[in-house]
Structure formats: C-alpha cells, structure tokens
C-alpha cells in the first residue's frame, strides 16, 4: 500500500518500510535505552493497516470556503485530507469524508480561531472493535450546528451503524480538541466495547487505547509478566477507566485502581458493575498520597503512566510500597528507562522487557517491563509468547 500524503503528513515516519524492518529499528531504539538487559522481540500485527479505531479530524476552509477534514501537515497548520489514511479504521474514514460533504452541502464553514468566525472545529470518530459502533463527535467553536437536526438524519442515513453523535463545545485558543461542555444531539452519549472478554463503556472524555486488537496482547502480555495466581492483592496505577484493573481482578485476590481524574474513576466504577465485579476497589486520588498512607499492603504493582513516566517521586514512593513485582507497561520508553533506573536504585532488578507494536509505521512503540524486588527471585511460571 502507498500512502497518498506519505510525503506532507509526517505522522507515520516508516510508511514507506517493510513492516518486519519497522519493528526491528523500534526494538534497537529500546535496546539503546536498556544497556546490558535483553529486550525481547517486538509483538507486532498480522496486518498492520487501519488499526487506529479513535480518529481525530480538524476542519479547514480555504479561500473559496472549500471544507477540508483531516490532520496538520507536520510543522504547519496546513490541514491534509485524511479520509484515504491508511492506519485510521476505514468506517471512520468513510464517515469523515461524508460529515465533510454534508457540512459543504449545508454551507456549515471551518471555525476560525483568529476571527471566532465559523462553526466546525474537529471530529472524534470512535468505532468499536467488539460491535461496529460508532461515537460521533462534532466539535464547534460556535453557539450552535445550524440545522443539526438535519445534519443527524443525513449522516445517520448513510451511516446507521453511528449509535450516538454528540456536540462538544471548544472556543478556546488551546491545542486540545475537546472541550469542557457537551450536548448529545442522537443516542446515550457513550459506546460500548470489549478487551479480554469484559465490556467497557467509552464516553467522549474516557480513555480507552487506539488499537484494540494489540491492546489485547499489550495487557495480556502485562499479565503474564505479573504471573498472577489468584492469592495477590494488585495495585494498579494510573488506572483510567479500569481497564487493567479489571483484567487483574480475574486472576488476583482483590485489585485496586487509583486514578486523579474523577471521572475516569467513576466511568471505572461503572465498567466494575456492568461486568459484576466485586473484587475491584477505584480511588480517586493522587498516587503518592495514596501510597504513603497504604505501604505494605500490595504484592503487584502493574503502572500504566501518560508519556511524561511516573517521575522521581512517585517511582520512589512505589519503591517503598515494598511490593515482590512492579509491572510498569509505557507509550514512552525513555521516561520509562529513568524510572526504571529510579525502581533500580531503591531495590528493584529489571526481569523482562517486552515491547508491543500498538502505533504501527510510527516512531511510537509501548514497552512492559518486570522488574522484581532483589530480596526474592521470582520464575515466570508460564512462557512468554514469542513475537516478530
């Protein structure tokens, strides 16, 4: 396949390389980052292609107010026709193009951010891996969507598989596409889907990762690393909408996940009850703070950080939880490595690293690494799954 914007986009740097060539270049580059450790081979895909089942699109008007719907060429603000990507999930290109369409057809224009001028600001489009259902959501930089009731019925006719469109609100000057007021124009405002057998429900503002299928063998793979046996207590860390700490809790005494955004937490407890689970506990709260007042009491730490890592402090106070296993799964390896060199400092040994190919054709790879308390040594009772 040749990417069409391959030469202007700039998001997937390898494109245009053999994919087995990708994952090698991406396990050299943790290789770097861990000296002396063996970094397993990269679990990659069986095929690599439209993967990306969370798309964004940012509307543009040219000067002839011709809409375009798509990414940011790199280094500019010129925006690129994304409709044909060859890593975004087809259904969502499909109903880019056609939002895209219906918004010409309307005379619906591109917000400006300069002149507050305009409506249309970004599209989120989430597909559900499990079912094939679709979250739709429009963001504008003005009041209203003139004829929204209209723009629901003609994009629901071409696509009735969109099971809920809602309308998000963003005039401010910021690089996030969301912003903090919604209005749900058709459906309940949410989708479901499924990882590892538990169903998860997915609001505009959850976290839920961008490529199911690895997802699957990215926490699968934290698993086996954790080597559960169903007599640990889990602390999961950073524990978003509850996805690990649902996973864990079927192979552990209890799980608990602590989380600082409030309603990830909530959106955690509900997932905990749509699945009838009773040995999960979700607390919102800082993890620091948390784990000063509650040592001792965890034997697995799985850590699931944003790209910007754990950092010094946190990474300390883990330490001191005196859990046998930390897994610490990353989307960044080099805030993951000086963590790692933080665990290590303050009694821990790196067992494994094991990196999982989630953003194919990208610089971007995420890498679980065990690392065990060096007063114990621990067998990984079950065999790791070779990869690519």
Known sequence: ???????????????????????????????????????????????????????????????????????????????????????????????????????????????????????????????????????????????????????????????????????????????????????VLYGPGYIFDELSGFCFRISPQSFFQVNPEQTEVLYQTALELADLTGKESVLDVCSGIGTITLLASRHARSAIGVESVRQAVEDAKDNAVLNRVSNVKFICDDIQNYVRYNRNQFDVIIADPPRSGLGVSVSKALAECGAQRIVYISCNPVTQAQDCDVLKKAGYSIEKIVPVDLFCFTDHVETVCLLTHTSETVTISRPLRTGI
């Not at 930089?141 to 071409?158: D, M, N, T, Y």
């Open 1 to 183: 396949m040749k990417c069409p914007n391959e030469k202007r986009c700039g998001a997937c740097t390898m494109i245009s390389t053999s994919y087995p060539e990708t994952l090698h270049k991406k396990r050299k580059r943790i290789m770097k980052l861990y000296p002396g450790h063996e970094v397993e081979l990269v679990r990659g895909m069986e095929n690599p292609f439209h993967y990306r089942h969370k798309v964004y699109a940012t509307f543009h008007g040219s000067k002839n107010r011709s809409l375009t719907a798509g990414l940011y060429q790199e280094h500019s603000h010129n925006v690129i026709d994304s409709s044909a990507c060859l890593i975004q999930n087809e259904t969502a290109n499909q109903i880019i193009a056609d939002v895209t369409a219906i918004a010409e057809d309307m005379h619906i224009h591109a917000y400006h951010e300069d002149t507050g001028s305009g409506v249309l600001r970004h599209l989120y489009v989430r597909v559900s891996h499990a079912y094939g259902t679709v979250m739709l959501v429009i963001v504008i930089g003005s009041r209203q969507l003139p004829g929204a009731s209209v723009f629901v019925k003609r994009i629901r006719e071409l696509h009735p598989e969109i099971e809920t469109i809602i309308l998000n609100y963003n005039s401010r000057r910021t690089s996030m596409v969301l912003g903090k007021t919604s209005r």
